[in-house]
């Protein structure tokens, strides 16, 4: 009909006809539904962004877009952000914010060869470098920082700069009670929040292998899904509300934290006692003593004492006083 033509015209670029099949058609009518009803919210909220309807091999596809900024580029967050940037999920990395001006302008500049960079230019600030956000990525290096950025007071924080609908992904490692905290503070100006915790280390950040523990309203986990997605392929949503997947990543952190020790104390008594520690590491990683753990740090164990590859025994210890 002249009806159909022309709602597939403006919202596809792309008539169907009786040479499409009826699966075809009703998708792209459920797809249709679905647009409306996020057009309908983007009046009150910045949520989704309608980016796509395309036909791809005889099928239709539908594709809401993220424009994600993010917050602290260190090893997890500048490879976060690489991912990010290489994703189709996100139509535009708007900004990168950091101490480290290099590795900003770095990611700014990789962000703009994928022709995703920010419009207006290189983000001098924190409040250019997350306008026009729909989500914001924080991977900081500690809760005291995360706390600075967020809620440091003045117009320069998180919560004073950015628009209310925008949803903040916290990758950041903190306590469950700041977790809650937060959320309720976002809560109140309108800003969406999930706490949302990562493991995997900087190598899996950057290719979207993460594993992720997330919680919180499902409005917000809604809006951070897709993001979340681009950066992990192990995805666990966690029930009760923001702080629980806090929890679950100091609880996994205590086990993580027993592993590497008892591989340094296995390997060191092997070594010791005249086993090659090649053969030992080999004999465990196919044994039932082995770990992912034991496989990543006995190997670096073993073959290297480069300062690059080790985790600052700070960040570890801090779980104990989390839990």
Known sequence: SSQFFTCST?????????SHSLLERITFWASVSLLLHYQQEQRTCRNFKFSSFRLYNSSLTMVFRRSVAVVGV?????????????????SE???????????????YEEAKAAGKAKSNGFPTSLKDAVAEADCVVVSLSGEDVCHSVCFGGGESDLISVLEPGTCVIM?????????????????????????????????RAKSGKLTVMMSGCDDSLEAAMPVVKAMG??????TGGSGMASTVKMCHQLLAGVHICA?????SLA?????????????????AGDSWMFQDRGKRMIETADPSTMMKLNDHVKVRYFL
Request: hydrophobic share 40%; glycine share 8%.
């Open 10 to 18: 403006i919202l596809a670029g792309i008539p169907l006809s009786s």
């Open 74 to 90: 260190g090893k997890m967050g500048s490879n976060i952000a690489r991912c990010l940037i290489e994703s189709p999920i996100c």
């Open 93 to 107: 990395v708007c900004g990168v914010y950091d101490t480290n001006n290099a590795i900003v302008r770095e990611l």
């Open 171 to 203: 990758a950041t490692t903190v306590k469950s009670s700041w977790a809650r905290s937060a959320s309720e503070r976002f809560h109140e100006v309108g800003i969406r929040y999930v706490d949302c915790p990562v493991s995997g280390g900087p190598i």
């Open 233 to 238: 392929e192990d995805i666990h949503v966690i």
């Open 263 to 267: 591989a340094a104390e296995t390997l």
């Open 271 to 287: 070594a010791k006692a005249g086993v090659d520690p090649d053969q030992m590491y080999k004999v465990v990683s196919g044994a």
